[in-house]
């Protein structure tokens, strides 16, 4: 366990009770530093020692300094706010709070701050990004969720306003991003399958406006063609179909009737998402049908919350706090060079299935 802080030679954190609200004065008084370099440690100027700048907000933190935001934004133009824009959506557990935490690491030793921006607060996608950048309530944006031809990614660029988002998209022009593999988590999901026995794979697809659908499809498509084996792509869900629709559609699929000219219903399953994976659960177990014998399940698991309630599932596991952290991380890289190259960024799925 790393030992908490302490203060340096010099270093009177009490000062502050004498004082009132800290300022840079107080920080300077406690580091023994000249009010310039704190400002300039506290704005992570390269020409102040990463030791220093260390030091100095170690000393911000823990006397509760408080930047003036007005000043700044006054002197520098700066808000030294990043922005976020959520779409909410009850597929992904913990997809929120995973994703914030990465980002908060990525800016814990900045000047910066995360502000979110629910999408529900304007009418579209596009809207929200406007208001951003016109009333500059922010120096970046982060959002979710991308399309083939995002609207806002279009506007981004176009504008030059800095961001960076968690999913691609079909643009020639090279834009900052970082994703998932999901051609690769589709196709090794499906292989895993495949290889249990199983005879008609099904895949549950994120909706059809989404970049990651087609990804999905595609690597799912590519095993099931080398494999020569039956699937099916229900058309009337998907990823963000409510659990209980899902359910009942799984349940009412596995009751098919088993004419002649009936198709066989699936025995495994691509779910992209733990609620999507515990619905199907649900709905073949209304259907009398029992996991890991009469059918098997490969889930994206974003939580390891699958993994504790249902240990038959085989799972992939995506790192939403990592990639959180990589977001933040190269969007202050471009915030602070607009030049700045290499800011994509498609991370790996971690597979781990057990033996046997």
């Known amino acids: 366990m790393t030992e908490p802080s302490r203060p340096q030679r010099g270093e009177n954190l009490d000062i502050t009770h004498k004082r009132g609200k800290p300022t840079l004065r107080t920080i300077a008084t406690i580091a023994g530093l000249a009010v310039t370099t704190v400002s300039r440690a506290l704005s992570d100027a390269p020409q102040i020692s990463l030791e220093t700048r260390q030091r100095v907000h170690r000393i911000a933190r823990e006397i509760g300094y ?19 824009l959520l779409d909410s959506h009850e597929e992904v557990v913990g997809f929120s709070t995973s994703i914030m935490y990465g980002i908060a690491k990525a800016l814990k030793e900045t000047s910066y701050h995360l502000v979110v921006a629910p999408n529900f607060l304007s009418t579209t996608d596009i809207e929200a990004a406007e208001y951003i950048i016109r009333n500059h309530l922010a120096d970046g ?55 249990k026995g199983r005879k008609k794979v099904a895949v549950i697809l994120p909706p059809k406006r989404l970049t990651f659908c087609q990804h999905i499809l595609h690597g799912f498509m590519t095993a099931v063609r080398e494999a020569g084996i039956a699937y099916e792509i229900p058309e009337a869900v998907d990823l963000d179909t409510p659990a209980g629709v899902l359910r009942d559609f799984i349940s009412s699929r596995a009751d098919a009737p088993d004419a002649p000219d009936a198709p066989d219903a699936p025995d495994g399953f691509i779910c992209p998402g733990e609620v999507s994976a515990l619905a199907v659960i649900s709905g073949m177990s209304d259907a009398g049908r029992i996991l890991a014998a009469d059918y098997d399940i490969v889930a994206k698991e974003t939580s390891r919350l699958l993994s504790q309630l249902q240990p038959k599932v085989d799972t992939i596991h995506e790192d939403l706090t990592a990639a959180g952290e990589d977001l933040g ?28």
């Not at 408080?66 to 976020?84: E, S, Y």
């Not at 991003?177 to 051609?183: A, L, P, S, T």
């Not at 607009?338 to 991370?347: G, M, N």
Request: hydrophobic share 40%; charged share 20%; proline share 9%.
């Open 66 to 84: 408080l930047p003036d935001r007005a000043a700044q934004r006054l002197k520098t133009g700066r808000t030294n706010v990043i922005a976020i």
């Open 141 to 195: 944006l982060i959002f979710t969720r991308t399309e083939p031809l995002d609207a806002r990614v279009r506007l981004l660029l176009e504008t030059g306003f800095p961001f960076i988002c968690h999913g691609r998209t079909e643009y020639s022009t090279p834009h900052p991003y970082v994703d998932y593999d999901n051609f690769t988590f589709a196709y090794e999901a499906t292989r895993r399958l495949i290889t």
């Open 329 to 356: 991380r190269m969007l202050l890289q471009r915030i602070n060079n607009p030049d700045a190259q290499d800011l994509q960024l498609l991370l790996p799925p971690q597979i781990n299935f057990p033996i046997g």
